[in-house]
């Protein structure tokens, strides 16, 4: 019994022999056989291939482009008037406070060429240093107001016009270098007398940038009045409000106002009146310039202050 045993495991163990050895040497049969993979690949290399293609062919159109391509300009900004400001300034305690306030107002402005215009026989170092340190265009100028002329000590500040000096020797200025310049007479532009005691809103430069001959506003704060202003009917001032004789022909504040510089360079006249009767400087200069019917109502034809 022992001996059969023995015998059908032996036969067991060379069977499974047989078939183990068998199966490496059809194994190792395979490994030198080609394997025929062609029709699984073939659809993916094509892909590639037609991709490739198309990579190359757009890379050699974007090298063509690029090298007839013209360099593009960049887009010219429309150029803006330039606005001029004449500002007559003393020497005073709050003369530097104010002409700081003024300035960096005017920092706010774009295309604006300030002209300063010291009453004194020469340019004073803190108004040079102010100057200098502004950053904005300017032109420093200085004129003496005549000692007839002058406010003395106790004297009202509305009994003698000040400033007048000092305003036309900057309409003086303006038209000589404005002349010198390529366009002479046509250039474009806006000229505006802005005193340093002044509090001005940035919205009104904008406005009066398209001035074509005199743009008029409201006047906050003036001649005792909390405004003062034009009255506008169809487009057209009429007539003014204001507390102070308004049968004057422009009865109206220095800040209420501004010239187109084609109109004064047009007018080489046209200044400033030092003998002019109380409250009627503006309407010296006004009077040769325009009607009230060419006046240009600004500010939502005079409604906002």
Same mark, same amino acid.
């Not at 190792?28 to 056989?33: C, P």
């Not at 062919?57 to 090298?67: G, N, V």
């Not at 003698?160 to 366009?183: C, F, H, M, T, Y």
């Given at each position: 019994?022992?001996?059969?045993?023995?015998?059908?495991?032996?036969?067991?163990?060379?069977?499974? &022999?047989?078939?183990?050895?068998?199966?490496?040497?059809?194994?190792?049969?395979?490994?030198?056989?080609?394997?025929?993979?062609?029709?699984?690949?073939?659809?993916?290399?094509?892909?590639?291939?037609?991709?490739?293609?198309?990579?190359?062919?757009?890379?050699?159109?974007?090298?063509?482009?690029?090298?007839?391509?013209?360099?593009?300009?960049?887009?010219?900004?429309?150029?803006?008037?330039?606005?001029?400001?004449?500002?007559?300034?003393?020497?005073?305690?709050?003369?530097?406070?104010?002409?700081?306030?003024?300035?960096?107002?005017?920092?706010?402005?774009?295309?604006?060429?300030?002209?300063?215009?010291?009453?004194?026989?020469?340019?004073?170092?803190?108004?040079?240093?102010?100057?200098?340190?502004?950053?904005?265009?300017?032109?420093?100028?200085?004129?003496?107001?005549?000692?007839?002329?002058?406010?003395?000590?106790?004297?009202?500040?509305?009994?003698?016009?000040?400033?007048?000096?000092?305003?036309?020797?900057?309409?003086?200025?303006?038209?000589?270098?404005?002349?010198?310049?390529?366009?002479?007479?046509?250039?474009?532009?806006?000229?505006? %007398?802005?005193?340093?005691?002044?509090?001005?809103?940035?919205?009104? %430069?904008?406005?009066?940038?398209?001035?074509?001959?005199?743009?008029?506003?409201?006047?906050?704060?003036?001649?005792?009045?909390?405004?003062?202003?034009?009255?506008?009917?169809?487009?057209?001032?009429?007539?003014?409000?204001?507390?102070?004789?308004?049968?004057?022909?422009?009865?109206?504040?220095?800040?209420?106002?501004?010239?187109?510089?084609?109109?004064?360079?047009?007018?080489?006249?046209?200044?400033?009146?030092?003998?002019?009767?109380?409250? &009627?400087?503006?309407?010296? %200069?006004?009077?040769?310039?325009?009607?009230?019917?060419?006046?240009?109502?600004?500010?939502?034809?005079?409604?906002?202050?």
């Amino acid at each position: 019994m022992a001996t059969r045993m023995k015998l059908k495991l032996k036969t067991v163990f060379v069977l499974y &022999f047989m078939v183990s050895l068998l199966g490496l040497v059809y194994a190792l049969m395979q490994l030198g056989q080609r394997c025929d993979c062609t029709e699984h690949d073939m659809p993916k290399d094509r892909t590639i291939s037609r991709l490739r293609g198309e990579l190359h062919r757009l890379q050699e159109q974007i090298r063509k482009s690029e090298a007839t391509k013209q360099p593009q300009k960049p887009a010219a900004k429309p150029s803006l008037p330039t606005i001029f400001v004449i500002t007559p300034t003393y020497a005073r305690l709050v003369q530097k406070a104010e002409l700081t306030r003024l300035s960096q107002t005017f920092l706010h402005v774009p295309q604006l060429h300030w002209i300063v215009v010291e009453d004194s026989p020469h340019k004073t170092p803190l108004v040079t240093d102010l100057l200098v340190k502004s950053g904005l265009t300017y032109t420093h100028l200085h004129m003496p107001t005549a000692k007839d002329r002058k406010l003395q000590e106790g004297d009202p500040s509305w009994l003698k016009p000040r400033g007048v000096e000092q305003r036309n020797e900057g309409l003086r200025w303006l038209r000589e270098d404005r002349r010198a310049q390529p366009g002479g007479d046509n250039q474009q532009g806006v000229v505006y %007398f802005a005193d340093d005691d002044n509090t001005y809103s940035l919205q009104i %430069f904008e406005e009066m940038r398209s001035t074509q001959r005199v743009s008029v506003w409201p006047v906050g704060l003036v001649g005792g009045m909390k405004y003062e202003r034009p009255v506008v009917e169809g487009g057209k001032v009429v007539r003014f409000h204001t507390g102070w004789r308004p049968s004057r022909p422009f009865p109206m504040d220095m800040a209420g106002f501004a010239v187109s510089l084609k109109l004064v360079l047009a007018n080489p006249e046209a200044c400033f009146d030092g003998e002019a009767p109380m409250g &009627f400087l503006e309407s010296s %200069f006004l009077q040769g310039l325009v009607t009230m019917d060419e006046l240009e109502p600004k500010a939502d034809n005079c409604s906002k202050v």
